[in-house]
């Protein structure tokens, strides 16, 4: 009996340790600073959704404001293509974002846009935009090299983009999914995009063709709280992204790139860590010899 007794208490033991380790597999990722389902994709240019950072990162370090800089990597500085910084409030939430963008290192073009207030549950959060060389306020959206909607309805969660024609609709419970009753309840057009849950935590969205054909998707998996990738079609053409999460100091993003289900090339975006903030991203297509595109990203704190 006291062996069978041993032999139960270390199963025990040995049972604890294995639950113990897997309700803490998410401690080797690192603290993240980027929403990754924003980032580097079709919504990035959306400034009516401003939520692409982490609140709470930039609460626990204080984070004031986020400048990102992107160039080629050959010509340094000379080369710069955008330059984009954003500012937050104590409380992590964004309260500007200047968005200046070049040719061949000279300014085209630079814009201001001011958040007041806060965003609503969706991570709907319209600006005030000034042309930032005047000051002058911009009332059409029709040019502007971003995306703005306009709030079309606060009783279904639908917005308007003015320079595409196309609306955004989103879509919380489960009982509207159907292709069907969503294409009779909200009467989609072919350009609008359905999405399923808040921008900041995205589990698809799609178009509909001819109220029951879903085209062009994005579907959206995560580890908990962390962002594992996405899987992108649009007709012929597949994305499959995933976000490696290696150790605490080391992020990489990879995309592969398919046509026709036969696999094309792929490409990897690089993260620099210094002190558990990101401080370059580096853009490579498949040989992983020389960078694309280079990001460099500077801090300053409260």
């Known amino acids: ?46 400034y009516s ?25 050959e010509k340094g500085d000379s080369n710069l293509l955008e330059l984009k910084t954003y500012q937050f409030n104590p409380k992590g939430q964004p309260t500007s974002i200047r968005l200046t963008y070049f040719y061949e290192g000279l300014k085209i073009e630079d814009f201001l846009l001011n958040y007041e207030g806060e965003a609503d549950p969706l991570g709907y959060h319209k600006p005030r935009i000034f042309k930032a060389s005047d000051n ?68 698809k969205w799609h178009q509909i063709e001819n109220k029951i054909i879903e085209k062009n998707s994005c579907h959206f998996t995560y580890e908990g709280n962390y962002f594992k990738g996405n899987l992108f079609k649009k007709e012929d053409y597949t994305k499959k992204r995933r976000v490696l999460y290696e150790g605490t100091q080391k992020i990489s993003i990879q995309d592969s790139i398919f046509l026709n ?20 991203m580096e853009f490579f297509n498949s040989n992983r010899v020389n960078p694309l595109i280079i990001e460099i990203y500077q801090y300053e704190i409260y």
């Open 136 to 203: 002058k306020e911009i009332i059409d959206y029709t040019d502007l090299p971003f995306d703005i909607h306009t709030k079309k309805s606060t009783v279904i969660p639908t917005y308007f983009q003015h320079n595409e024609k196309r609306n955004y609709l989103f879509i919380l419970h489960a009982k509207n999914k159907g292709l069907y009753a969503i294409s009779r309840k909200y009467k989609p057009q072919k350009n609008d995009l359905i999405f399923y849950q808040s921008m900041d935590h995205l589990t």
């Open 261 to 280: 289900q036969q696999f094309l090339y792929e490409e990897i975006r690089q993260f620099t860590y210094k002190n558990k903030f990101p401080i370059k």
């Open 49 to 73: 959704f401003p939520h692409f950072f982490n609140d709470q990162f930039l609460v626990k370090h204080r984070i004031k404001s986020i400048t990102r800089k992107l160039y080629f990597p």
């Open 1 to 46: 009996m006291k062996i069978l007794t041993i032999i139960f208490m270390l199963l025990s033991l040995i049972a604890c340790k294995n639950s113990k380790r897997q309700t803490n597999v998410h401690q080797g990722h690192p603290e993240t600073l980027f929403h990754f389902q924003r980032f580097f994709n079709e919504t990035e240019n959306d």
